[in-house]
């Protein structure tokens, strides 16, 4: 066994452990020694397959740092998008109470698709993602790192690049003919207006999204499978409600979503 791939496994079994038992772990670079970001990708799969191994069911992808708003509050730590894995149990229901310890980092309002034909790159263009998509649906991201203090980029992308769970809207759209581009959204802080934003907030617009996590699951030899649900990124930049606020995200087109958040 190499050094480097020694370094991977230490990797991917601390991180799953912290995913599997909530705790907070030091980032690996600090604790085993560093690894690049294409590396970092290579344990991001690797803990996905441990998830499968327990019985935990791929659902789909997210993708992060899609927008000008949120990369603007990245500077300096990110410069593009990245992405992570869903699974089964990233599903956190539709709506209701969110507890305080779900999310460290923030939740976001984004477009998920969904996809009624697998996409597999590279080459894959927004045209391909029409042609493949089925349905669309409101979704709220609930950022987590099992990181404690800070970490590497690759830190991040190894730990799910920050995915901590989804909360799904109950009305699925179909995307032929969905206006993707200018699909608003009003996030809602105790009945005040807080932030909004539209799908071309997401690359330009969220099929940019699924066409270029594609291309980059394409690279690394997997894919986007049929039935698979895109998270194409916030729509706004990151909210962090604290206990006790209530927060209502409306969609032009997708219907709402209102959380209260408990301890």
């Not at 460290?104 to 993602?129: F, H, K, M």
Request: net charge negative.
């Amino acid at each position: 066994m190499t050094d480097r791939e020694q370094l991977k496994q230490q990797w991917t079994r601390t991180i799953f452990e912290a995913q599997c038992d909530g705790k907070k772990i030091a980032p690996p670079s600090t604790s085993f020694g560093e690894l690049s970001l294409e590396e970092a990708y290579e344990v991001q799969a690797r803990v996905a397959a441990e998830h499968v191994s327990v019985g935990h069911r791929q659902i789909g992808w997210k993708v992060g740092a899609t927008s000008f708003a949120i990369l603007e509050q990245m500077k300096g730590i990110l410069d593009g998008p990245m992405y992570g894995f869903m699974t089964s149990e990233s599903v956190c229901g539709q709506q209701g109470e969110i507890r305080r310890s779900d999310y460290s980092l923030g939740i976001e309002a984004e477009i998920g698709v969904v996809l009624e034909q697998s996409l597999r790159g590279p080459g894959i263009t927004t045209l391909d993602v029409q042609h493949a998509a089925g349905g669309v649906v409101a979704l709220v991201e609930l950022l987590q790192t099992r990181l404690e203090g800070p970490g590497s980029v690759p830190d991040g992308t190894a730990d799910n690049s920050a995915h901590g769970g989804i909360v799904i809207g109950s009305r699925l759209a179909s995307a032929t003919g969905f206006d993707f581009i200018h699909e608003g959204v009003v996030i809602r802080k105790n009945g005040r207006a807080w932030l909004s934003g539209c799908g071309a907030e997401a690359l330009g617009s969220p099929l940019h999204v699924v066409a270029w996590l594609a291309n980059e699951l394409g690279q690394r030899g997997q894919a986007i499978e049929a039935g698979h649900l895109v998270a194409t990124g916030s729509l706004t930049s990151i909210l962090t409600p604290e206990v006790g606020d209530v927060v209502d995200i409306s969609f032009a087109h997708l219907g709402a979503i209102q959380l209260g958040i408990v301890e």
